[in-house]
T-cell receptor, first 120, second 109 residues
Framework: DVKVTQSSRYLVKRTGEKVFLECVQD?????MFWYRQDPGLGLRLIYFSYDVKMKEKGDIPEGYSVSREKKERFSLILESASTNQTSMYLC???????????????????FGPGTRLTVL | QKEVEQNSGPLSVPEGAIASLNCTYS??????FFWYRQYSGKSPELIMFIYSNGDKEDGRFTAQLNKASQYVSLLIRDSQPSDSATYLC?????????FGKGTMLLVSP
């Protein structure tokens, strides 16, 4: 089974702090993603990475940066946390290979448990 | 801009009934279509995917795809209270998925 883990389930930080959210996957997936989820807004893509040291902006990258130094690890960084970054943060991974066999297809994303971040 | 439209609900059905969830999407180029379930406070989990027109069945779940009309649906037979969750049908892009807001399903005992 695919396993995606996130460093914290709950996190409370103060405005202006630098915040690191870590995500690790154990399936050797090429792609990794960071989303935030807010009531009434659904899941929104912040950044994704398709290879080590590669990153692409998603729909809402402002105020965030990412780092992918190893294939299994993808970090989301809030350089200076603000109250409007209070949210649920979800990490996911997928592979572009494998075809359409079985229960999951190419690009099926597997999610971590999420980190609920509160910025005071 | 890829978009997926879902009725936010809640869709309320009694236990044992068939629940029908629908999505329409804007992009004709997507190859695969997914259904995810998300319980309150939890992360999304894959239910099934479908890539060809017609029906695909997996236990109590049936996904239906009509590419010409640009919609995908999910039928849940013999609905159970444990099926109460938000259901998401993301649109596939180039290695990315675009999520709508999801449909909340409530199954009453």
């Amino acid at each position: 089974d695919v396993k995606v883990t996130q460093s914290s389930r709950y996190l409370v930080k103060r405005t202006g702090e630098k915040v690191f959210l870590e995500c690790v996957q154990d399936m050797d997936h090429e792609n990794m993603f960071w989303y935030r989820q807010d009531p009434g807004l659904g899941l929104r893509l912040i950044y994704f990475s398709y290879d080590v040291k590669m990153k692409e902006k998603g729909d809402i990258p402002e105020g965030y940066s990412v780092s992918r130094e190893k294939k299994e690890r993808f970090s989301l960084i809030l350089e200076s946390a603000s109250t409007n970054q209070t949210s649920m943060y979800l990490c996911a991974s997928s592979t572009p290979y494998g075809g359409l066999a079985g229960r999951a297809s190419t690009d099926t994303q597997y999610f971590g448990p999420g980190t609920r971040l509160t910025v005071l | 801009q890829k978009e997926v439209e879902q009725n936010s609900g809640p869709l309320s059905v009694p236990e044992g009934a068939i629940a029908s969830l629908n999505c329409t999407y804007s992009d004709r180029g997507s190859q695969s279509f997914f259904w995810y379930r998300q319980y309150s406070g939890k992360s999304p989990e894959l239910i099934m995917f479908i890539y060809s027109n017609g029906d695909k069945e997996d236990g109590r779940f049936t996904a239906q795809l009509n590419k010409a009309s640009q919609y995908v649906s999910l039928l849940i037979r013999d609905s159970q209270p444990s099926d109460s969750a938000t259901y998401l049908c993301p649109l596939q892009g180039y290695s990315t998925l675009t999520f709508g807001k999801g449909t909340m399903l409530l199954v009453s005992p």
